[in-house]
């Protein structure tokens, strides 16, 4: 597989879940691929998995230094960026008067600042080349929120607004935007809310349990995400910006109200 040699990738939170799957499908396609995390041993982790091709960085979104050293990063090693995939992501749970302030400004500044500031730096690389791709890691909720989860949902509907923001201003500029909607993915931030709502049952029965919720039955893969980012960082989908993808086992089409006859 080879469909994206020649390609410059940064994929931000690309040590774990959905990222860790996007950084791994790009390498198979033969990209030069940086991952940026603020772990750094689950970068050497998954740098070990991902080919001589890869670089990782120790970095963190919400810092626009690191962002900047994210892009020149790239440029140097690399020669520039043509694909931004954004997988930086954390949830928190509660309502606006439960959610403290400083982690409703935690979970803004990494789920939607963090898109801002690496699309910043990479912008600027991605003209130089002629055009690119910005792909960012949204949810369904953004669309419908369960209870609970203010500063998520805020974050999620901030991302997909972002992204249309960002597509018609770099239109002319040969650069899509688009973000990617999931459902639940077996990822590690799925099981560690799993984990903190599995009361006297178990993790993977939680996880079954919330797979019975989506139509096909089941939660989704890390793969079958960035299988869809690929698609629409590729150059077949050169002609879709602005836009939203549910990738979500029919859970929004399961929220469709059905009217009598």
């Known amino acids: 597989m080879s ?40 970068i050497e982790t998954a740098l ?13 979104v919400r810092k626009a230094a690191d962002m900047q050293a994210a892009a020149t990063e790239a440029a140097s090693a690399f020669g ?4 931004l995939v954004c997988c930086a992501g954390i949830q928190r749970y509660g309502t606006v008067v439960e959610t403290p302030e400083e982690v409703w400004d935690d979970v803004l500044d990494v789920n939607l600042k963090g898109i801002y500031l690496a699309a910043k730096y990479a912008i600027p690389e991605m ?16 669309f419908a929120s369960q209870t609970s989860v ?14 249309r923001a960002m597509a018609l201003d770099h ?31 178990t993790a993977e029965a939680t996880l079954a349990a919330w797979g019975k919720g989506h139509p096909i039955g089941r939660i989704g893969q890390p793969w079958e995400i960035a299988e869809a980012v690929a698609f629409l960082a590729s ?26 006859q």
């Open 3 to 42: 469909d994206f040699a020649g390609k410059a990738v940064i994929v931000t939170g690309g040590s774990l879940g959905m990222g860790l799957a996007c950084a791994t499908r790009f390498a198979q396609g033969g990209a030069d691929v940086l991952i940026v995390a603020n772990d750094k041993a689950s």
């Open 48 to 60: 070990a998995g991902l080919g001589p091709q890869a670089r990782g960085l120790v970095g963190d």
């Open 80 to 83: 520039g960026v043509d694909i």
């Open 127 to 142: 003209r130089k080349r002629g055009g690119g791709a910005i792909v960012a890691i949204s949810s369904v909720q953004a």
């Open 150 to 163: 203010a500063a998520y949902t805020a974050s999620k509907g901030g991302i997909n607004a972002l992204v």
């Open 171 to 201: 239109a002319g500029e040969n650069i899509t935007v688009n973000s990617v909607c999931p459902a639940s993915v077996d990822t590690p931030m799925l099981r560690w809310a799993a984990d903190l709502y599995k009361g006297d049952s």
């Open 235 to 260: 150059d077949k989908a050169r002609f879709i910006t602005g836009s939203d993808f549910k990738i979500d086992g029919g859970v929004m089409a399961k929220l469709g109200i059905v009217l009598p």
